[in-house]
């Protein structure tokens, strides 16, 4: 049994290229970045940066595009692909590894969510969470006795 499968989750380090095939389904390109962070035999802190090549095809590569743009947060879910060509101004064969991805999730929008709420709506949903009291929920302050618990 093979298995070939990547799953990064990283910061897009540029806007994504959205292309056609002449057959008309819709490509899409973009880089990702991922970080590790580890302490060295010191103590000291470490911090790496690896950068991945992403295509998406059909729906999704639409979506992406439309989206996703630089330092956006998304997860990838694909294939580990390398792909050959003759570059044709040097006559060299040249390589490109990428991932093929399956599925993609966005991740967290970047800034705070109630700002951008306001700005899609009117001052008039503003108003209204204002004069709205907020709900909490109130715990009953009794000591649990561990010798209660069945198990």
């Known amino acids: ?3 070939n499968k990547a799953i990064v989750i ?3 380090t540029r806007d994504p290229e959205l292309r056609s095939l002449p057959s008309g389904i819709k490509v899409c390109t973009f880089s990702l970045a991922t970080n590790r962070v580890w302490k060295d035999k010191n103590g000291t ?3 790496s940066a690896d950068y991945h090549n992403v295509v998406v095809f059909g ?3 639409e979506t992406v595009a439309q989206y996703m743009k630089k330092g956006s947060s998304i997860l990838v879910e694909g294939r580990m692909q390398t792909r050959s060509w003759e570059d044709k101004t ?3 064969k040249k390589y490109r590894t990428e991932i093929v991805a399956d599925r993609t999730q966005f991740g967290p ?3 705070s969510t109630s700002a951008s709420i306001q700005s899609a709506d009117s001052g008039k949903a503003s108003n209204e969470k204002d004069s709205k009291e907020i709900d909490t929920i109130e ?3 009794e ?3 561990p010798e209660d618990i069945p198990f």
């Open 1 to 3: 049994m093979y298995l």
């Open 10 to 12: 990283g910061n897009l």
């Open 45 to 47: 802190r470490q911090e």
């Open 59 to 61: 729906r999704q590569a």
């Open 90 to 92: 040097s006559g060299e």
């Open 109 to 111: 929008k970047s800034g």
């Open 139 to 141: 715990y009953p302050e």
């Open 143 to 145: 000591d649990i006795n």
